[in-house]
């Protein structure tokens, strides 16, 4: 595999760890806009643990995932006091002031950036990423994903049917910020280097809209649009001056049509049926 396959895929795996953090909180009718600094949160901690304490990776990355998760466990019991708008921007001003405190903190280099010793190859980027999507295909399967959807669907109706909303908010918002941390850890890991500059406010909206192409219906929506956003553009590179125009042109008509994404429940479901068919 050459060097550049492998960036690409890289970056693929970081995108489809990052849109099944924004996936969760969504699956619950949060849009959490500030994705990226759990993220931060992970790269930071685990890097600080690796260049400090001297830990090694494969325990300073989980504890850096973990850190993300309790952060938003804690911020998500007020947070999630609101509704809607104003959730996605609670969440937006939080990104921004978790970018900003790690972009002032000293002790991690600041604006300059912070190095980080241990090196995380791609092969376990790849494992992680793989990893990341049969937990969520578990979780898809379980009760949890069922009570997601019906606080999604009606709150007050699953209130009514015994479901704990305030509970099942937190829980997904708290798994998916320490999704995003786990990959901000591996992403410090793989390319020895932190700096703020990097998880801003265009990551969490990128990766939103990996999402929201994908499709919120299915748990194969998030892996689908993350794939499409990021080889789509390396196969458009041969026209380089024209390729994010078409790629934007698509994006916008492409919504416009489908504005409920590229996969859905109807279109999994008939995917389901044909397949014994076809084997058949």
Do not use: C
């Amino acid at each position: 595999m050459s060097g550049y396959l492998t960036g690409v895929l890289v970056v693929l795996a970081f995108n489809v760890m990052a849109a099944y953090a924004v996936y969760l909180p969504l699956a619950a009718g949060q849009l959490n806009l500030g994705i990226a600094g759990f993220m931060a949160i992970g790269a930071y901690g685990s890097a600080f643990l690796t260049n400090e304490y001297m830990w090694p990776m494969w325990a300073a990355i989980p504890a850096g995932a973990l850190a993300a998760g309790l952060t938003g466990l804690l911020i998500g019991l007020p947070v999630l006091r609101t509704h809607g708008i104003y959730f996605a921007m609670a969440t937006f001003a939080l990104g921004q002031v978790i970018s900003a405190l790690f972009l002032n903190l000293e002790v991690v280099g600041g604006a300059a950036g912070y190095p980080v010793t241990d090196y995380a190859g791609p092969n376990v980027v790849f494992a992680a990423a793989a990893g990341v999507v049969v937990l969520m295909l578990y979780i898809s399967r379980t009760r949890f994903a069922l009570e997601l959807t019906a606080v999604k669907s009606d709150a007050t109706v699953a209130d009514l049917l015994g479901v704990p909303v305030r509970g099942m908010k937190v829980a997904a918002f708290a798994l998916g910020a320490m999704v995003a941390g786990f990959g901000g850890a591996l992403y410090a890991h793989h390319y020895n280097f932190v700096e703020a500059q990097h998880f801003n406010v265009l990551l969490s909206v990128f990766t939103v809209l990996y999402v929201l192409f994908g499709g919120t219906q299915t748990v194969w929506g998030p892996l689908v649009g993350a794939v499409f956003f990021t080889l789509v553009p390396e196969l458009l590179r041969a026209s380089d001056q024209w390729r994010y125009a078409v790629f934007a042109v698509f994006i916008i008509v492409f919504m416009a049509l489908r504005p409920q994404g590229l996969v859905t429940a109807a279109l999994f479901r008939l995917f389901r049926r044909r397949a014994p068919e076809a084997s058949s």
